[in-house]
């Protein structure tokens, strides 16, 4: 909906003059952002700097590792997890009242490639430094960071604290992976049907991150199918292993698990069992 012009229409209609403007995803290249904001009836929004979000579920994830039963913290609890095989790169992980959190370990940034959506009409750049925070101070040094924006974006963005990236927004890369993204369609009926395990992230020559879709043993698993419809084998000397770095045997609903690297699995991959079990 929300990568779809008339999607985004649609809620402009709906709302008419109570809505005030329309944020739209990271996930759409440079080219798309500038036709949208010169198209859309209303202000537009996007994120400049701040967390991507890999992975949510409504379910406690981390207070049943973290915390003993007779614990009296409280959510909010925040930590790094990654796997045994891959521990330098760690994704922060934050669970709330709200659910569970899961970062990409570096920031969108698009603060020097502002130019062409300022001319574009786009209204409001969103500084998003909540992971940033100190004590009660969630917008540290913002007022500097502005002033930069204006004055020295790329110097802004060679010191800034976390490593950054900006994966959707550069056309001549990013509207492929979008596109393959898009054609997650061709697997709604092996996700609903058959599908184990979904690929959320990957990291190429390093590791993959997977979300289980229900339970299964891995002695079942046998391949992977990408969303252009290509089947992968999965390699035998591949061990899945969950967010405490553990070799695992066997994987419940709704859990996250890393691999070593398996070429060509893409985020919207699905794991597949022996004979579709």
């Not at 009660?136 to 604290?161: F, M, Y």
């Not at 900006?166 to 992976?177: E, G, Q």
Request: contains cysteine.
């Amino acid at each position: 909906g929300n990568h779809n012009l008339e999607a985004l229409r649609g809620w402009c209609e709906i709302f008419s003059d109570s809505l005030e403007r329309l944020i739209l995803s990271i996930e759409l290249p440079e080219q798309k952002l500038i036709e949208y904001c010169q198209t859309l009836p209303i202000s537009c929004e996007v994120l400049g700097v701040g967390q991507i979000l890999l992975f949510y579920s409504p379910r406690s994830l981390l207070s049943q590792h973290l915390l003993d039963s007779e614990s009296q913290q409280k959510v909010p609890l925040q930590t790094t997890v990654s796997s045994e095989d891959s521990n330098n790169r760690p994704f922060p992980t934050l669970e709330t009242v709200h659910g569970t959190f899961m970062f990409l370990d570096k920031d969108q940034f698009i603060l020097d490639k502002l130019d062409r959506l300022q001319e574009a009409g786009l209204h409001t750049v969103c500084l998003d430094l909540r992971h940033l925070g100190k004590d009660a101070d969630v917008a540290v040094d913002v007022e500097q960071i502005c002033s930069q924006i204006l004055t020295d974006p790329i110097s802004l963005r060679k010191n800034w604290p976390r490593p950054t990236r900006s994966p959707f927004f550069n056309a001549n890369r990013t509207t492929s992976i979008f596109s393959r993204m898009k054609s997650k369609h061709k697997l709604i009926q092996y996700r609903q049907e058959v599908g184990l395990a979904e690929v959320l992230a990957g990291e190429s020559g390093n590791y993959v991150v997977f979300h289980s879709l229900r339970p299964f043993a891995v002695s079942q698993l046998e391949k992977i199918i990408v969303p252009t419809g290509e089947e992968i084998e999965i390699p035998e000397e591949i061990v899945f292993r969950n967010l405490n770095g553990q070799v695992i045997e066997s994987c419940d609903r709704e859990q996250i698990i890393i691999t070593d690297w398996i070429k060509k699995a893409m985020p919207g991959s699905l794991l597949l069992g022996k004979n579709g079990e």
